[in-house]
């Protein structure tokens, strides 16, 4: 019960997804009325706009009340879906891909990051760009570390296609230095 003059200014809502189980709540009136628990279903989400499950668009998966994006070398072709599918070996996408014909030929390289005096890179950062789109200013990767000697980092990348790395962006740049390798 609230006390007081104006209780019925008072709005209270509750919207929050624990372990599948979306709780939802609001009210402006004292006592307020009963609120309900839903469980969206796999491949769902919970929509609040809708005040309901929903589900999940392509190029995402649905898994405890709540819709992600599909990782990098994976794909989300059906609505609803529960999960994303694995590109076929040797290629890779982006997040988000809706389907099996944006998985392209890839490789998968190590690069290396070095740095002589231990502490990191100092904000510097390596940033790799794709040679034949040069103008567009996206980086095809990017790179950096903040303490310690060495950092190993994966990375996916198109095949038949040209790079060019560029290291800039913080200070003691000659400590930097890197190598790109095959991993195993």
Same mark, same amino acid.
């Given at each position: 019960?609230?006390?007081?003059?104006?209780?019925?200014?008072?709005?209270?809502?509750?919207?929050?997804?624990?372990?599948?189980?979306?709780?939802?709540?609001?009210?402006?009136?004292?006592?307020?009325?009963?609120? #309900?628990?839903?469980?969206?279903?796999?491949?769902? *989400?919970?929509? /609040?706009?809708?005040?309901? &499950?929903? @589900? +999940? %668009?392509?190029?995402?998966?649905?898994?405890?009340?709540? #819709?992600?994006?599909?990782?990098?070398?994976?794909? *989300?072709?059906? /609505?609803?879906?529960?999960? &994303?599918? @694995? +590109? %076929?070996?040797?290629?890779?996408?982006?997040?988000?891909?809706?389907?099996?014909?944006?998985?392209?030929?890839?490789?998968?390289?190590?690069?290396?990051?070095?740095?002589?005096?231990?502490?990191?890179?100092?904000?510097?950062?390596?940033?790799?760009?794709?040679?034949?789109?040069?103008?567009?200013?996206?980086?095809?990767?990017?790179?950096?570390?903040?303490?310690?000697?060495?950092?190993?980092?994966?990375?996916?990348?198109?095949?038949?296609?040209?790079?060019?790395?560029?290291?800039?962006?913080?200070?003691?740049?000659?400590?930097?230095?890197?190598?790109?390798?095959?991993?195993?």
């Amino acid at each position: 019960m609230v006390d007081g003059n104006y209780p019925g200014e008072v709005y209270w809502e509750i919207i929050h997804a624990i372990n599948g189980v979306v709780v939802a709540a609001e009210s402006s009136q004292d006592p307020s009325p009963p609120f #309900c628990t839903y469980v969206c279903d796999a491949g769902s *989400g919970w929509d /609040i706009d809708v005040g309901a &499950c929903k @589900a +999940c %668009p392509k190029g995402s998966y649905g898994i405890s009340g709540n #819709c992600h994006i599909c990782p990098y070398n994976t794909y *989300g072709d059906v /609505i609803g879906s529960a999960q &994303c599918t @694995a +590109c %076929p070996s040797n290629t890779i996408s982006g997040p988000g891909s809706i389907g099996n014909e944006q998985c392209i030929p890839g490789i998968c390289l190590e690069v290396i990051l070095y740095d002589t005096y231990g502490d990191g890179w100092n904000g510097n950062k390596l940033r790799l760009f794709d040679e034949n789109h040069p103008g567009e200013g996206e980086e095809s990767a990017s790179f950096t570390f903040s303490y310690g000697f060495q950092k190993s980092k994966t990375v996916f990348l198109p095949t038949d296609r040209c790079y060019f790395g560029i290291t800039s962006g913080g200070t003691y740049l000659k400590e930097t230095s890197w190598k790109l390798t095959i991993p195993g």
